[in-house]
């Protein structure tokens, strides 16, 4: 089963002490905790539902409107995200999507947007890779490697690029490039990758209120 996890990952300053208004006033929007939901009640592409993961020190709020405008737009302005996340020194915008073949990533530092990189399967974007920033050093690894041109069957022009790492010790096609990157950039900065590890996080799970009006808009 393809993974959807996309929102935000940051560490926060001051310890949390109202996870339900934390949560409303990062959405702009009142939500009530729920208990944890069945298989097929929930799903963080929804606008109304939102997930926070806890590992540590370190927090994963999972709603897909939190972060897709920010990574398909890189001019969209950061700044209730910063001062709701306590003016945070760092975090990120991240997508992770098997269904629709999405992936991307938006580093905000200070307050400042300094990198981001969208890549798609395309369908109704008018671009495949989006991208704004200077790329950042562990980025380079990969964007700079060496690769190759796939042989198969396909014509010519639908071969992907195969970058590898070393003697080809590690392989990833183009089209999985950024997905790599993402998962490379959260282990580095946060130690932790949500989709990839065997640690159990504290779960919290939330809807949207259908009867208090919103406190922005979105």
Same mark, same amino acid.
């Given at each position: 089963?393809?993974?959807? !996890?996309?929102?935000?990952?940051?560490?926060?300053?001051?310890?949390?002490?109202?996870?339900?208004? &934390?949560?409303?006033?990062?959405?702009?929007?009142?939500?009530?905790?729920?208990?944890?939901?069945?298989?097929?009640?929930?799903?963080?592409?929804?606008?109304?539902?939102?997930?926070?993961?806890?590992?540590?020190?370190?927090? &994963?709020?999972? +709603? +897909? @409107?939190? *972060?897709?405008? =920010?990574?398909? =737009?890189? !001019?969209?302005?950061?700044?209730?995200?910063?001062? *709701?996340?306590?003016?945070? /020194?760092? =975090?990120?915008?991240?997508?992770?999507?098997?269904?629709?073949?999405?992936?991307?990533?938006?580093?905000?530092? +200070?307050?400042?947007?300094?990198?981001?990189?969208?890549?798609?399967?395309?369908?109704?974007?008018? !671009?495949?890779?989006?991208?704004?920033?200077?790329?950042?050093?562990? /980025?380079?690894?990969?964007?700079?490697? @060496?690769?190759?041109?796939?042989?198969?069957?396909?014509?010519? /022009?639908?071969? !992907?690029?195969? %970058?590898?790492?070393?003697?080809?010790?590690?392989?990833?096609?183009?089209?999985?490039?950024?997905?790599?990157?993402? /998962?490379? *950039?959260?282990? +580095?900065? =946060?130690?932790?990758?949500?989709?990839? #590890?065997?640690?159990?996080? #504290? %779960? %919290?799970?939330?809807?949207?209120?259908?009867?208090?009006?919103?406190?922005?808009?979105?």
């Amino acid at each position: 089963m393809g993974i959807a !996890q996309a929102g935000i990952a940051f560490r926060p300053i001051a310890p949390i002490v109202n996870v339900t208004s &934390f949560v409303s006033n990062l959405c702009g929007k009142e939500v009530v905790q729920i208990k944890h939901p069945d298989i097929g009640q929930f799903d963080i592409r929804d606008h109304g539902d939102v997930m926070l993961q806890r590992f540590g020190d370190t927090y &994963f709020i999972c +709603n +897909n @409107d939190l *972060a897709w405008n =920010f990574l398909e =737009f890189p !001019q969209t302005d950061v700044t209730h995200a910063y001062s *709701a996340l306590g003016s945070s /020194e760092m =975090f990120m915008f991240f997508c992770y999507c098997d269904s629709g073949g999405s992936y991307g990533y938006a580093f905000v530092e +200070n307050g400042r947007r300094t990198r981001s990189r969208l890549q798609t399967a395309g369908g109704t974007h008018q !671009q495949s890779l989006i991208e704004s920033g200077t790329p950042k050093d562990f /980025e380079q690894r990969w964007l700079s490697a @060496d690769f190759y041109i796939e042989e198969d069957d396909c014509p010519v /022009e639908e071969r !992907q690029k195969i %970058y590898f790492q070393g003697d080809r010790e590690i392989e990833v096609p183009e089209y999985f490039l950024t997905k790599r990157i993402l /998962e490379e *950039a959260l282990i +580095n900065n =946060f130690g932790i990758c949500p989709w990839d #590890t065997d640690i159990e996080p #504290t %779960y %919290y799970f939330f809807k949207f209120s259908t009867t208090k009006k919103s406190l922005w808009r979105l």
